[in-house]
């Protein structure tokens, strides 16, 4: 009982303090008098509460009618600056990256579940670029074409499995997906989508997802919490997530080690990385460790960039949802396809850049409903700043709403409807979603593919690495379904259009009719299929 009494006590001490504070800096420093707009506050918890947790980007998107492009969130010592807008965006993550360059700090997923280790959590510094350079190095664009041919036979073979159980295409997709980000990180083949990695990647996903959601855990916002009695339920659950995060970093790694000593181990990022002589680093292979393990369970984290795995399922089962929703766009992009492919094979990666139809269909399903509608956090790195006459206190932390920007008001184009068309207008202001769906970041342009009517290809300091690969899987899996199937709506039911409510926003379960488009197509579909070395 007195322990107890202790912790209220010390607790309610604590509330004072932060009250205090609060009070002297809105009082006495000038500065935190033209903090940007925000919701109204309280002098103890501020405003931090009024964060939502499920579809904050509709909300928050919501707050900018009343607020502006900046939106401001405050309490128990923490700051969070929303960005509602592309130009806020632009100017302080790309024009001031050097300031918005560091990780925010979760103690739960950070420091509880050791998450802290993974590019996706490290700060900016001297670790942080080894393990840049490691996921450069093996995903360069020049990297990246050797597994053309890997991302065309998994496409062949989910057009195959199409054929057979085109009521299963969300556990397919789901499949193939997986198997593509296992295949090309560790060289591993899994034949079901219950496969054990993919279950528990999920899962771990799952678990790191809520722990990153800011003011998930008060420990986040109340650092001394970590050092509580572990039988506590955030303790409990922060041990249960760093036993599966290790879980999913090591058990593929070990593997690709296993066989590479036995000889019989399949290329793969992973077995390049390790095949590399280093001179007496000791750390070498811990970082390509956790390199990997951030390409296949986590490089797409709500941070900056979603794994490459969920990022790729949830675009090609969004465009599966668009299609049979607008019958008149996927038969404009089948006929671009058909005069460029023809009729004795099906697409390949060296088709990009001879169909600029698909490819802005591809950007409408990116726009029409982003896979992360929130996007990176970055905290300033350690010095005030000022922008548009508000104060931007050090360790703030900003976020990127994607959803403002994809929905921004447009008196041509209604942002709620699915216009791929709004991507070749030079009249409009579109802002191309490659832009936004890798996150932001000083970025050097490598190639502008823009002007062909191609996707993007930039390299991003602070970008998903693997963002090449990313795009060529979606681009193929796209390409070929459209150029196979035909994809309606169900013919006995409803096409309901829902997406999870979580910062990694999905489809839900919907019904859909996906069927050949001739005897031919199948036949090719076919072939293709009897022809891959996956």
């Known amino acids: 009982m007195i322990e107890v009494s202790s912790y209220s006590y010390g607790f309610a001490c604590f509330l004072f303090l932060i009250a205090v504070r609060s009070a002297w800096l809105a009082f006495f420093d000038k500065r935190w008098r033209a903090l940007p707009p925000a919701p109204s506050t ?6 931090i509460h009024k964060l939502p947790l499920k579809n904050a980007w ?16 405050h309490g128990l010592g923490n700051n969070i600056l929303v960005l509602n807008s592309a130009q806020s965006i632009n100017d302080l993550l790309e024009k001031r990256s050097r300031n918005y360059s560091h990780r925010p700090i979760f103690t739960v ?12 959590l490290l700060p900016y510094g001297e670790e942080w670029r080894a393990h840049r350079k490691l996921a450069h190095t093996a995903l360069s664009p020049t990297a990246v074409k050797k597994y053309h041919i890997i991302q065309e036979d998994f496409a062949a073979l989910l057009c195959n499995d199409l054929l057979s159980k085109p009521e299963d295409f969300f556990s397919l997709v789901r499949l193939t997906a997986g198997r593509i980000i296992l295949t090309v990180t560790y060289g591993i083949s899994i034949g079901s989508f219950e496969n054990e990695y ?3 990647a999920e899962d771990t996903m799952q678990v790191i997802s809520r722990a990153t959601v800011p003011g998930a855990y008060f420990c986040d916002l109340l650092p001394w919490m ?30 690709v080690k296993l066989r590479m000593r036995s000889g019989d181990a399949e290329k793969s990022l992973t077995y390049d990385l390790l095949s590399i002589e280093t001179k007496d680093d000791e750390r070498y292979e811990d970082r390509v460790k956790w390199m990997a393990g951030a390409m296949y369970g986590g490089e797409r984290l709500p941070l900056r960039s979603t794994h490459l795995y969920l990022h790729t399922y949830a675009t090609v089962l969004t465009f599966i949802m668009a299609m049979a929703l607008h019958p008149d766009k996927q038969a404009k992009a089948q006929a671009e396809i058909d005069a460029v492919v023809g009729s004795d094979r099906m697409p390949a990666m060296t088709d990009l850049s001879a169909l600029p139809y698909v490819n802005a269909v591809i950007k409408e399903t990116m726009r029409w409903h982003p896979v992360l509608p929130l996007s990176q956090l970055s905290p300033t790195y350690g010095e005030d700043d000022n922008y548009c006459g508000y104060f931007i206190p050090a360790g703030t932390i900003v ?17 709620q409807e699915f216009i791929p068309e709004r991507f070749f207008d030079s009249t409009q202001n579109i802002v191309e979603p490659s832009t936004y769906s890798f996150g932001f970041g000083r970025r050097l342009v490598i190639s502008s593919l823009v002007t062909e009517g191609m996707l993007n290809f930039w390299i991003f300091e602070r970008i998903c690495p693997g963002k090449l690969l990313g795009e060529n899987s979606v681009f193929i899996l796209i390409t070929s379904i459209l150029a196979s199937f035909n994809i309606a709506p169900p013919k006995d039911d409803i096409l309901t259009v829902d997406f ?16 050949p488009r001739s005897s031919n197509k199948e036949n090719l579909v076919k072939l293709r299929a009897t022809r891959s070395q996956v």
């Not at 009618?65 to 939106?71: H, N, P, S, T």
């Not at 976020?399 to 403002?404: E, F, G, I, S, Y």
């Open 198 to 200: 993919i279950t528990h």
């Open 226 to 255: 970590k050092y509580l009695p572990s039988w506590l339920p955030f303790q409990r659950e922060a041990k249960m997530g760093k036993e599966m995060i290790e879980r999913l970093v090591a058990k593929p790694f070990d593997a």
């Open 500 to 515: 999870a409510p979580d910062l990694v926003s999905y489809p839900k379960p919907f019904k859909c009719s996906i069927t």
């Open 399 to 415: 976020m990127p709403n994607v959803w403002a920007i994809a929905f921004e008001p447009n008196d041509k184009y209604n942002p």
């Open 58 to 73: 509709v909300r928050l998107t919501e707050y900018k009618k009343q607020y502006g492009d900046l939106v401001f969130f």
């Open 42 to 47: 309280n002098i103890i918890t501020g405003n």
């Open 109 to 120: 997923a950070g420091e509880l579940m050791a998450l802290g280790q993974s590019v996706p």
